[in-house]
């Protein structure tokens, strides 16, 4: 079965760091681009940042770039966003979610993980 | 404010035939490949449709989707209560070189 299942979140103050993980199985993880989406508290959903199956290629949203860092490593079947100078607007339901689009931006998130709660407040 | 349009929200009986819409530009619709996504409440989003109107398997033909110019349809026939939910359209969008979605269209069978 693949499985998506995403750790890290919790409370965190305006202007500190993050780092979040998801932990991939069930498929061959270094054969499929990533993707970070966020959710923030009862509003739509946002992309966040992509990532090639060999880290070749890495886009971030607007709103994250110079931020945030998104990584990967293969050989650990995990995604990762390191999340810096972290904001109120920032809070949101973290997900990671495997790309099967085939290309190389991202297209198609299927499946996605539980997702993890980030919360930024003083 | 969404880089693509959905409406907010529709509602229909059960055993009748809603469509959602999702607007866009050239650079986004009209020039890439959409997806839709359903999110039940409480619970993370699932692909629904992919590649403008292909569905995954497991995910029953009452579910379709469409698009023309720069904008896309999702059709959902025989309603159920369990349809409700909040649905997404998604696509890459050339110019900012950026995933977007829509706002979402929160989906009351009444």
């Known amino acids: 079965e693949v499985q998506l299942v995403e750790s890290g979140g919790g409370l965190v103050q305006p202007g500190g760091s993050l780092r979040l993980s998801c932990a991939a199985s069930?498929?061959?993880?270094?054969?499929?681009?990533m993707n970070w989406v966020r959710q923030a508290p009862g509003k739509g959903l946002e992309w966040v940042s992509y990532?090639?199956?060999?880290?070749?290629?890495?886009y971030y949203a607007d709103s994250v770039k110079g931020r945030f860092t998104i990584s990967r490593d293969n050989a650990k079947n995990s995604l990762y966003l390191q999340m810096n100078s972290l904001r109120d607007e920032d809070t949101a339901v973290y997900y990671c979610?495997?790309?099967?689009?085939?290309?190389?931006?991202?297209?198609?998130?299927?499946?996605w993980g539980q997702g993890t709660l980030v919360t930024v407040s003083s | 404010q969404s880089v693509l349009t959905q409406p907010p929200s529709v509602s229909a009986a059960p055993g009748q035939k809603v469509t959602i819409s999702c607007s866009g530009s050239s650079s986004n619709i009209g020039n890439n490949y959409v997806s839709w996504y359903q999110q039940l409440p409480g619970t993370a989003p699932k692909l629904l449709i992919y590649?403008?109107?292909k569905r995954p398997s497991g995910i029953p033909d009452r579910f379709s989707g469409s698009k023309s110019g720069t904008s896309a349809t999702l059709g959902i026939t025989g309603l159920q209560t369990g349809d409700e939910a909040d649905y997404y359209c998604g696509t890459w969008d050339s110019s900012l070189s950026s995933g977007v979605f829509g706002g979402g269209t929160k989906l009351t069978v009444l």
């Open positions: 990532i090639s199956s060999s880290s070749s290629t890495i």
């Open positions: 069930g498929f061959t993880f270094s054969s499929y681009s």
């Open positions: 979610a495997r790309d099967t689009g085939g290309l190389y931006f991202p297209t198609r998130f299927d499946p």
């Open positions: 590649e403008n109107n």
